[in-house]
């Protein structure tokens, strides 16, 4: 004679697999309406308030909201992409909105500079195409700089020199050389072409800005 147990079981709360997904893409996007909002608030409050900006404002919010939530949630280069895309597009709206592009339109260098250059951390495996991502890159970051200088200018923050900007050609044919003279360590069976492909261009450049820097224009 055998005896029986009735079995007995705990029920499990069931939770939907869509509510925690959910929640930092609205957050994302509850953020980027209230950037929206409190740009708006502050063109109304300088009397230079542009209402057809906001066709410009909110869909580029929403898009770079969209890219960082991503990128957060292991979207990676392209997701890094779409949010910069975004901020960029974003931050020429808020421009409209206040018809300060004639003032502000050295960030329109600086800020896509910056987002190449933010892409730093994303390095090919293979050692050429890492040391073109890197080239472009560092430019990128010389970039930053020219555009931030340009806005010095344009706000009377400092004085420069006649010919200022040759020094930006000298920095980048630095940076082009210096990448191309790096690739010679690897052992790949090309490095010492790519060396010399690289430094050619370099070398120019450096040899340009000098030139420019002595106004030697001929």
């Known amino acids: 004679m055998s005896t029986t147990y ?4 705990t029920p499990t709360p069931t939770t939907r697999p869509g509510a ?6 609205l957050a994302g996007g509850s ?8 740009v708006s608030i502050l063109a109304q409050a300088a ?6 900006s906001l066709f410009v404002v909110i869909p580029t919010s929403l898009i770079a909201a969209a890219g960082f939530v991503s990128l957060v949630r292991g979207g990676g280069i392209l997701a890094y992409a779409l949010g910069n895309v975004g901020l960029v597009a974003f931050a020429v709206g808020v421009m409209l909105m206040f018809g300060d592009v004639p003032r502000f339109w050295p960030l329109l260098i600086s800020l896509p500079a910056a987002a190449i250059a ?5 390095r090919p495996n293979d050692p050429l195409g890492r040391s073109f991502h890197r080239t472009l890159a560092m430019l990128a970051s010389i970039a930053v700089l020219l555009g931030l200088t340009f806005l010095g200018i344009r706000f ?11 020094w930006f050609m000298v920095a980048a044919g630095v940076v082009v050389v210096g990448n191309g003279a790096e690739l010679i360590r690897h052992r790949m069976v090309y490095r010492v072409s790519a060396a010399a492909l690289a430094a050619g261009p370099g070398i120019v450049t ?9 106004g030697w224009w001929f």
């Open 47 to 52: 009397d230079d308030f542009r209402w057809w």
């Open 206 to 214: 450096i040899l340009l800005g000098i030139r420019f820097l002595r």
């Open 20 to 25: 925690g997904r959910a929640a930092p893409w």
């Open 156 to 166: 009377d923050w400092f004085h420069v020199e006649p010919r200022w900007w040759a």
């Open 31 to 38: 953020i980027a309406l209230l950037a929206c909002a409190l």
């Open 118 to 122: 933010g892409s730093y951390w994303w």
């Open 6 to 9: 009735p079995q007995t079981s």
